[in-house]
């Protein structure tokens, strides 16, 4: 099956700084990768999402990049905020499956 | 707008006990989703449906069961609740299975404490 990695575990920024949470799948049919955030004490809800057929996509201040090649893609956060912190989740599925595989979960941390 | 609704935000139980956890959405949604969630573990999928009556174990479904009787609706019972049982829980629903990207709409969770 799927195996997604997450890292790092733990980001800590300060307000205006870049953040950058990388992850890598093992299944090459794999081609959704949605991340989710979770704010403090929220629900999950998705962010950003990005299929195999697209190398990067951008909405604001966040984007995220894909390399198929490498199994890899990444969530890009410019000009983080007080209100970015939360945690991230990166995930994968692959077409004819809906069931995403998740990574564990990147906190995020910006300081003021 | 809550679209994805679960029943106990906070349960505190004892070892041994059988627990319900509620979960429904109004969306028309045909997959849903229980979750556990636990620090530094990240999601990990306990079951999930595609449709009524139908039910799938996911990656950790030991100690745990699921009932889908209706669309909308669809437990996740604990026979006899342990503690390790305690966590955070998670229901999700997606649309369909056909569909090229499924988003997962989640429920705002539900703490279980075992006792």
């Known amino acids: 099956g799927e195996n997604v990695e997450q890292h790092p575990s733990t980001l800590s920024v300060q307000e205006g700084d870049s953040a950058v949470i990388k992850c890598t799948y093992s299944d090459s049919a794999s081609n959704y990768f949605p991340w989710y955030k979770q704010e403090l004490g929220k629900r999950p809800q998705l962010i950003i999402d990005?299929?195999?057929?697209?190398g990067e996509k951008k909405d604001q201040r966040i984007a995220v990049t894909l390399n198929k090649t490498a199994k890899h893609f990444s969530l890009h956060i410019t000009e983080t905020q007080p209100e970015d912190s939360a945690v991230y989740f990166c995930a994968a599925s692959k077409g004819g499956s809906y069931i995403p595989t998740f990574g564990r979960g990147t906190s995020l941390i910006v300081h003021p | 707008d809550v679209k994805v609704t679960q029943s106990s935000r906070y349960l505190v139980k004892r070892t041994g006990e059988k627990v319900f956890l509620e979960c429904v959405q109004d969306?028309?949604?045909?997959?849903m989703f229980w979750y556990r969630q636990d620090p530094g573990l990240g999601l990990r999928l306990i079951y999930f449906s595609y449709d009524v009556k139908m039910k799938e174990k996911g990656d950790i479904p030991e100690g745990y069961s699921v009932s889908r009787e209706k669309k909308e609706r669809f437990s996740l019972i604990l026979e006899s609740a342990s503690t390790n049982q305690t966590s955070m829980y998670l229901c999700?629903?997606?649309?369909?299975?056909?569909?090229?990207?499924?988003?997962?709409?989640f429920g705002a969770g539900s703490r279980l404490t075992v006792l």
């Open positions: 990005i299929r195999s057929n697209v």
């Open positions: 969306m028309d949604h045909e997959n």
């Open positions: 999700a629903s997606s649309l369909d299975r056909h569909s090229g990207a499924n988003v997962l709409t």
